[in-house]
């Protein structure tokens, strides 16, 4: 088999579509720019291999799941301790304590945790107990923030460029009357947001928020918009919920929170938490977390919440993310990296702005000023990160396209890139820029 070639992989996918719809097991699987999933044979460290033998640098990690690598012994260790003590779920043990405890001494707004499996579940458990204990059902969300894929969170403006345009589902089959308890406007538009805070503060149940923006590349917040998040929502009995399930635990092990000192009153995690294994928490200020039953009345359980495997798999993933100047190492790297990116397209005369923070970045093709709102991101060129995407591809680097519309996906390394890895993917950047400036697309 050539290091090139694909040809088990399009058969795989061929023969997927007779029985998985649309061929894939979750349709955000089929990378847009390459028009088809990748099918991954194992992954390792920092690479994936692939059914037809390529190895490739991976920077989506799982979604951002794998921050310390693929397979991390002590992941894999953990797993298999827990596979011994019987795959138990449904079941409280004492490392779901352990692990709760961990959080609660990590996590700035984590006076109490409740485990599920997925983030979806999180944030609308987060959700319930902000109506439950303000006795509201509005909320505020910003506008292209993803939390995940019930119908609480799958609207969006009409039109992004008009904050007049009414809200409107973003999948086919969401009535569009769940949107009638939302209120959506820009990221980082103190303005829109102090108006509505003054309007409707008093109606609203939540604000809710991906706290960096990485869902649309790498949008971080302007100065002092998160304290203003913090400030009017208190003023107005409003709960905060930062969303950090991709956030969580890339910058700092207390998330973009501990960062940016603002805490939220609840948080979700899932993704990095337990390196791969579905776990998520929604945590918070032990009144509102009161309000889930059975101490109170909003419901949250699940056969598979908090699974044993996951929990163990948590454990050993923050042993290892509390370790001492891991993260003084890691954005250093993340800073230079994203730096050294920036110098190739610029030398190759490639209109880019790569804007990232902690291990996760966005690669916005066209605009050359910062990206400070989804707007902003919506210049995006499709086309060259199309191209960009696909040479890579072909050298053996790995990107997720997440989508062919708006705002890039976002991208990111692992704690297992090592830095003759980083400069391997920088010959190969270098070499794709230099295409794509000769029109090679
Ligand atoms: C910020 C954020 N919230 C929630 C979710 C939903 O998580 P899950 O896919 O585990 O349901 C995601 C997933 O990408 C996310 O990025």
């Given at each position: 088999m050539s290091a090139t070639s694909t040809a088990t992989a399009d058969q795989l996918f061929e023969q997927a579509q007779h029985v998985l719809a649309a061929g894939v097991s979750a349709g955000m699987r089929i990378n847009p720019y390459l028009g088809k999933p990748l099918f991954i044979e194992h992954g390792e460290g920092a690479y994936l291999y692939d059914v037809d033998g390529r190895r490739l640098i991976d920077f989506n990690m799982s979604n951002g799941a794998a921050l310390l690598g693929h397979d991390h012994p002590a992941v894999k260790q953990a797993v298999q301790h827990g596979v011994e003590l019987g795959i138990i779920c449904a079941a409280e043990t004492p490392f779901h304590e352990q692990l709760a405890a961990r959080m609660v001494e990590i996590?700035?707004?984590?006076e109490r945790v409740r485990f599920s499996s997925v983030g979806t579940e999180a944030t609308v458990v987060a959700l319930r107990v902000a109506r439950a204990a303000t006795g509201r059902s509005k909320y505020l969300k910003f506008d292209g923030h993803f939390h995940g894929l019930s119908e609480h969170w799958l609207f969006k403006s009409a039109d992004p460029f008009d904050p007049a345009s009414p809200v409107v589902p973003s999948s086919g089959g969401v009535p569009p009357h769940w949107g009638d308890d939302i209120i959506m406007i820009p990221w980082n538009d103190a303005e829109a947001f102090e108006t509505v805070m003054r309007e409707h503060g008093d109606e609203l149940a939540a604000v809710i928020c991906e706290p960096i923006h990485y869902n649309a590349g790498c949008i971080p917040p302007a100065p002092g918009f998160l304290e203003l998040l913090r400030e009017r929502t208190q003023d107005h009995g409003v709960v905060l919920i930062f969303d950090?399930?991709?956030?969580?635990?890339?910058?700092?092990a207390g998330g973009v929170s501990a960062t940016y000192g603002v805490t939220p009153d609840l948080t979700t995690h899932a993704k990095a938490l337990a390196n791969g294994l579905p776990l998520s928490s929604t945590s918070g200020r032990a009144d509102l977390m009161a309000?889930?039953?059975?101490?109170?009345t909003a419901v949250h359980s699940g056969t598979y919440s908090g699974h044993l495997l996951s929990v163990l798999a948590a454990l050993a993933t923050l042993e290892i993310l509390t370790q001492p100047g891991i993260y003084d190492e890691l954005n250093a790297r993340a800073d230079r990296f994203y730096g050294q990116m920036q110098e190739i397209f610029d030398r190759n005369g490639i209109p880019v702005t790569i804007q990232g923070k902690g291990a996760r970045f966005g690669m916005y093709f066209g605009p050359t000023e910062p990206i400070t709102t989804w707007t902003d991101a919506f210049d995006h060129d499709h086309v060259t990160n199309q191209a960009f995407v696909q040479q890579c591809n072909e050298r053996g680097v790995a990107f997720h396209g997440y989508?062919?519309?708006?705002p890039p996906g976002h991208a990111g390394f692992s704690l297992a890139h090592t830095d003759a890895d980083l400069d391997e993917a920088l010959n190969v950047f270098d070499t794709v820029a230099g295409n794509l400036a000769a029109g090679r697309t």
């Open positions: 996590i700035p707004a984590a950090e399930v991709l956030s969580g635990f890339r910058t700092n309000h889930l039953a059975p101490t109170g989508t062919k519309a708006g």
